[in-house]
């Protein structure tokens, strides 16, 4: 199946950290921008993060800005979110889809995005 596999979501404490992972299936990611978004119960969904297909520009929410970092192993065929700090409020599901890297909206979806079923991040005490 065509599409990305997210993984390393959990409950954690605030200040915590996390690493996730998303991981292309059926395609390769080489020549791609990436996006993280999330989204939360009755919230829409926020682009957090994205990383050019180059690796050397990433862009980032405010809200994330100086506590998430973007990176991406292309031989892996994986791009990873580094989440430190953690707040209750970067509580919510968690995606990686294909988009386009923006320096206004941090990222652009664009299709196919190749959307995978997210990993659960929880932050709480």
């Known amino acids: 199946q065509v599409q990305f596999v997210e993984s390393g979501g959990g409950l954690v404490q605030p200040g915590g950290s996390l690493r996730l992972s998303c991981v292309a299936s059926g395609f390769t990611l080489d020549y791609l921008d990436i996006g993280w978004f999330r989204q939360a119960p009755g919230k829409e969904r926020e682009g957090v993060s994205c990383?050019?297909?180059?690796?050397?520009?990433?862009y980032y929410a405010d809200s994330v800005k100086g506590r998430f970092t973007i990176s991406r192993d292309n031989a892996k065929n994986t791009v990873y979110l580094q989440m430190n700090s953690l707040k209750p409020e970067d509580t919510a599901v968690y995606y990686c889809?294909?988009?386009?890297?923006?320096?206004?909206?941090?990222?652009?979806?664009?299709?196919?995005?190749?959307w995978g079923q997210g990993t659960q991040v929880s932050v709480s005490s």
């Open positions: 889809a294909r988009g386009l890297c923006n320096p206004t909206v941090v990222v652009v979806i664009v299709s196919p995005s190749y």
């Open positions: 990383i050019s297909r180059s690796g050397n520009s990433t």
